[in-house]
């Protein structure tokens, strides 16, 4: 069973800054891009930021230059620089798993997703 669990969140005033962490267990050797969405009241959940096995990086263009996504095996962190009112939000940590063999592909069958954790920004 795959788990995720974030920690991180909290209020803060714009031009603050907090750290995000989300700790996936319940797999072993599989690859796993592990990636941030936002989800504000009354709108869509949204991509923030991914960063996969190898390190590589992608970031949604109102967050580029403010945040930073990092990993330590199977943490993700996110560090969130600048805030803004605009930052207001639930954020989810997602994994998706692949890799080879059979293990891997039964676990890459759906992403998993964490509890969520709230970011609040105040003007």
């Known amino acids: 069973q795959v788990r995720l669990v974030e920690s991180g969140g909290g209020s803060v005033q714009a031009g603050g800054s907090l750290k995000l962490s989300c700790t996936a267990s319940g797999y072993t050797y599989c690859k796993n891009y592990m990636s941030w969405y936002r989800q504000a009241p009354g709108k869509e959940r949204e991509f923030v930021s991914l960063?996969?096995?190898?390190?590589s990086t992608n970031y949604a263009d109102s967050v580029k230059g403010r945040f930073t996504i990092s990993r330590d095996k199977n943490t993700a962190y996110l560090q969130m620089n600048s805030l803004k009112s605009e930052d207001t939000a639930m954020y989810y940590c997602?994994?998706?798993?692949?890799?080879?063999?059979?293990?891997?592909?039964?676990?890459?069958?759906?992403?998993?997703w964490g509890q969520g954790t709230q970011v609040t920004v105040s003007s």
């Open positions: 960063v996969d096995t190898d390190g």
């Open positions: 997602k994994a998706t798993v692949y890799g080879a063999g059979d293990y891997c592909s039964r676990l890459g069958r759906s992403p998993y």
